[in-house]
């Protein structure tokens, strides 16, 4: 039996996830689909409503029947032929999405995460409805692309206003990176181009501390993240070096929530954040499905690797 790693040619988390498997003697087989399909083959044939067959590599060849668990670890977009014109690479991508990523959606697996899992619960006003459903805390919140909806929302307390999706865009060769920011009421004055897309605003929750909740399977490691500076205290991610950390038992009403957030996503795991308020009271911001752990497994030790590694080994939570 095989473990399947979709991921990423630089990802120091699947380097040490292919050591761990290698170490507990697990077969195991490394791809990235931006090889396809210039280092990456499929032939697949389906027999008695089952795909069989292999994906080969210049180094490996999986048969895809020996495939029982799948680490769906962010791995890269098809690079069709630069011989190719324009039109011609979006059709054969399409054919590539559909064709070897449909083989592959369709492996009955264990899978961390599914794809149309993590789909399903990329949508951040999904989540929070979803949080809310199964008894978690969630800050109020509007969607909009209107100014004088944001500005009637700000009236009523702090604000803070934060990306629907990733906070980093690439533009010839740059890397741009956006934080969750507090709406000032310079912000307020001048919102032009806030009706060219929708926007997030969230009311600013008071915060003793943060907390991310990884979640593995069964397996929760909830750590407190403690702010050093102004800017992290906005956003924890604007400075790591500035960031303490403690590894914490969450509230059980808390942890039962988070379990059940789980479930309703199909997800086996997810990195979920949290703001605590002075007063002790948890509130959920969102969950990312294919969310970084490493640096929480190198800042406070807990194995995380090793618990992942277990769980693909075995092939269930």
């Known amino acids: 039996m095989t473990v399947l790693i979709l991921a990423r040619d630089l990802d120091p ?38 795909w069989s067959g292999y994906l080969r590599t210049p180094a490996h060849c999986v048969e895809l029947e020996d495939v029982h668990a799948v680490w769906y670890r962010s791995p890269e977009a098809y690079q069709m032929p630069d011989a190719l ?16 990523g449909g083989v592959l959606s369709s492996l009955s697996a264990f899978w961390v995460n599914h794809p149309a899992r993590m789909a399903d619960a990329a949508y951040k006003p999904v989540q929070l409805v979803r949080a809310g459903e199964c008894g978690l805390t969630v800050p109020d919140t509007v969607i909009t692309n209107e100014a004088d ?26 890397r741009k ?54 800017a992290s205290y906005v956003d924890w991610r604007s400075d790591y070096d500035a960031l303490t950390y403690d590894v914490i038992e969450p509230p059980a009403a808390v942890s039962k929530g988070i379990h059940s957030l789980m479930r309703a996503f199909g997800l086996v795991y997810g990195a979920l954040d949290f703001v605590v308020t002075p007063s002790g009271e948890w509130v959920f911001l969102e969950i990312n499905p294919g969310g970084q752990y490493g640096w929480i497994e190198a800042a406070t030790g807990v194995p995380l690797t090793s618990v992942l590694a277990d769980l693909l080994t075995e092939g269930r939570p």
């Not at 170490?23 to 990456?40: E, I």
């Not at 014109?85 to 559909?98: G, I, T, V, W």
């Not at 909806?149 to 865009?169: D, M, P, Q, W, Y």
């Open 85 to 100: 014109s324009e039109p011609e690479r979006h059709h054969a991508f399409l054919e590539a999405k559909y064709g070897l």
């Open 149 to 174: 909806t944001v500005r009637c929302f700000a009236a009523e307390g702090h604000t803070i206003t934060k990306l629907l999706g990733s906070n980093t865009i690439s533009e010839e060769g740059t």
């Open 177 to 230: 990176l956006s934080w969750t920011g507090v709406l000032g009421e310079d912000d307020l004055a001048d919102l032009r181009g806030i009706e060219v897309t929708t926007h997030m605003v969230q009311r600013w929750v008071p915060k003793a501390f943060e907390a991310r909740v990884i979640v593995m399977g069964e397996h929760m490691t909830v750590v407190a993240i403690h702010a050093g500076n102004a």
């Open 13 to 50: 988390s699947a380097d040490a996830m292919v050591t761990a498997l290698r170490d507990r003697g697990t077969p195991m087989c490394r791809v990235n689909t931006a090889w396809f399909p210039a280092q990456l083959s499929v032939s697949a044939g389906l027999r008695r409503g089952r």
